[in-house]
């Protein structure tokens, strides 16, 4: 069973930096290409950030230079930092498992994190 659990989120100011993990059980995540997708209140659910099992990266426009995906093989976790986070940058954030590249589609999902970013 592939169990996806989001952390991190948190409400913060313009600006600032915020760093979310996501641990994963039931895949391997070196094995396998995850990703972060958000939903803001209103809005369809939005692809983020994904890192291939290869280790390569790709990202949204909207964040290029400002997030970045990571992995942590040994504890089985992904990250997304995020840096001069903006008040449009305030969604819903979820971690997907066997993310397809390039359609960005995803077979399994966390239940979420909250960023807000306001002043």
């Known amino acids: 069973q592939v169990q996806l659990v989001e952390s991190g989120g948190g409400l913060v100011q313009p600006g600032d930096s915020l760093r979310l993990s996501c641990a994963v059980s039931g895949r391997t995540v070196s094995a396998v290409s995850m990703g972060w997708f958000r939903q803001a209140p209103g809005k369809e659910r939005e692809f983020v950030a994904a890192i291939k099992w290869n280790g390569r990266t790709y990202y949204a426009d909207s964040v290029q230079g400002r997030f970045s995906i990571s992995r942590d093989d040994v504890k089985n976790t992904v990250y997304l930092q995020m840096n001069s986070l903006k008040p449009e940058d305030t969604a819903a954030y979820y971690c997907?498992?066997?993310?397809?590249?390039?359609?960005?589609?995803?077979?399994?999902w966390g239940q979420g994190t909250h960023v807000t970013v306001s002043s």
């Open positions: 997907a498992a066997d993310v397809a590249i390039p359609s960005m589609r995803a077979d399994y």
